[in-house]
């Protein structure tokens, strides 16, 4: 199942389904990479509140998305990680560093738009 | 090799003699000889026994009075017991006592020791009545030490049992308490750790933690462990998975309190201390957790 990006204002918000494989997070990726120029874009959020099992492979996912939207020169948030999902990762050693992380999609809007008040 | 046989063959007659004396009186029937002889002679015995208990400073922890009741009762049970030869009421009974004298701080060995004098005094009181007669009295022992040994071993296994039993319920007890997890300012969760931190204690806090920065929708979390006097090698990767976890739920993690010995064992096993962010005291901690948030306190003088 393919996931949607959709625009809001100046960021893009990608919501996951419970169930991706691997192809349709290679697709996202893509997507966003190309979405977030040409939208000209300024955060991305990544909401996985409906996941309930992170493995590997999405999790590296997630952080190529964030480090190459930050090539690109946007900035990306992941939010939603539940707490057993979080600690299942912790302990498998995927720990998502260097990647900005937040409650869910509220705070996630909250901190861009923190970091971004100054230079609208 | 000759003279082995031999002596097998002596005893293997002698086993049989013996079983041979004991077919002759049915057990039962000796068991309520002695049963009879233990009620009729119940206030002496009875009296005897409390003597040897005081005698060897047995229960030191109770008063006469209430030794002297109890041992009334013990020695009712155990006659009961050994007529009815069933053990559940004695078992009953003894889980009650020792529900009644634990919290008094009554020991194992006491009531090991106050059951094993009553078998020797009732023994004792065997040996005067049928000196006289050496093969009676030989077949009212086999029929009575089975029987008190089962009824010692019924009466301390009940006490060692309730006795765990408490352990267990206090351990619950204590896990339930330590473990709080503290709303002390929007945003702010305050988790104070105290006592010794097991694998097991550990993941529940975290497992509490996690949860309460979901429900309280948290921002900073101060882990105080200036209660924790020790900690190995799995506790403290724990604490640095648990910070890790929360920064993926959103939460920047302080902690605070760290001993020297703590400290000193971190940097020793090389607990990787870079993600950490950590404070000397919970006061410190607060007040980096503040500004973190936005806070600043103020006195009302400077407000004016």
Same mark, same amino acid.
């Given at each position: ?13 990608? !919501?996951?389904?419970?169930?991706? @494989? ?17 939208? %000209? @874009? %300024? ?6 509140? /409906?996941?309930?099992?992170?493995? @590997?492979?999405? @999790?590296? !996912? ?9 090539? %690109? ?12 999902? /979080? ?14 992380? /937040? ?6 809007? /909250? ?10 | ?43 002496? &015995? ?26 009334? *009762?013990?020695?009712? *049970? ?11 009421? &004695? ?156 920064? &993926? ?9 760290? *001993? ?45």
């Amino acid at each position: 199942m393919e996931v949607p990006i959709l625009k809001q204002g100046d960021y893009l918000i990608a !919501t996951f389904q419970a169930a991706l @494989s691997d192809a349709d997070l290679n697709q996202l990726r893509s997507g966003l990479i190309q979405q977030v120029v040409k939208l %000209r @874009s %300024r955060g991305v959020l990544v909401d996985v509140t /409906a996941m309930d099992v992170m493995d @590997s492979f999405a @999790s590296r !996912t997630l952080r190529e998305i964030a480090h190459m939207i930050r090539l %690109r020169g946007a900035e990306t948030v992941i939010v939603g990680i539940q707490p057993e999902v /979080a600690f299942a990762m912790v302990q498998l050693g995927l720990t998502l560093e260097d990647v900005t992380t /937040a409650l869910d999609l509220e705070e996630g809007l /909250a901190y861009l738009n923190e970091k971004f008040k100054n230079t609208h | 090799m000759a003279k082995r046989a031999e002596t097998l063959k002596e005893t293997m007659t002698l086993n049989s003699q013996v079983t041979e004396l004991v077919r002759s009186e049915a057990p039962s029937e000796l068991l309520r000889e002695l049963v009879a002889h233990l009620r009729q002679n119940r206030t002496q &015995l009875r009296e005897e026994w409390v003597g040897r208990i005081s005698e060897t400073r047995l229960l030191t922890a109770m008063t006469k009075e209430e030794i002297f009741a109890e041992a009334t *009762s013990v020695y009712d *049970s155990y006659v009961e017991a050994l007529e009815t030869e069933t053990f559940e009421a &004695l078992q009953a009974y003894a889980r009650n006592l020792s529900e009644r004298i634990i919290p008094r701080g009554v020991e194992t060995h006491e009531v090991v020791g106050i059951v094993l004098l009553l078998r020797d005094v009732l023994a004792r009181s065997l040996f005067a009545k049928y000196q006289a007669d050496f093969k009676k009295l030989n077949r009212i022992l086999d029929a009575y030490e089975p029987a008190a040994n089962r009824i010692a071993n019924t009466v301390s296994v009940s006490f060692v049992q309730e006795r765990e039993r408490v352990i267990r319920q206090q351990q619950e007890a204590i896990r339930e308490l330590s473990t709080p997890v503290l709303q002390v300012r929007e945003r702010l969760l305050i988790l104070p750790m105290i006592g010794v931190i097991d694998p097991q204690r550990a993941r529940q806090l975290t497992e509490q933690l996690l949860r309460g920065i979901r429900t309280n929708r948290a921002k900073v979390v101060v882990i105080d462990i200036t209660g924790v006097a020790a900690m190995d090698v799995t506790v403290a990767n724990h604490l640095v998975q648990t910070v890790e976890a929360s920064r &993926l739920l959103g939460a920047t993690v302080i902690v605070t309190g760290l *001993s020297p010995e703590i400290a000193q064992t971190l940097v020793t096993i090389g607990v990787d201390l870079g993600k950490m962010n950590t404070v000397g005291d919970l006061q410190g901690g607060i007040e980096q957790a503040e500004r973190l948030l936005g806070y600043k306190v103020v006195t009302l003088a400077e407000t004016r």
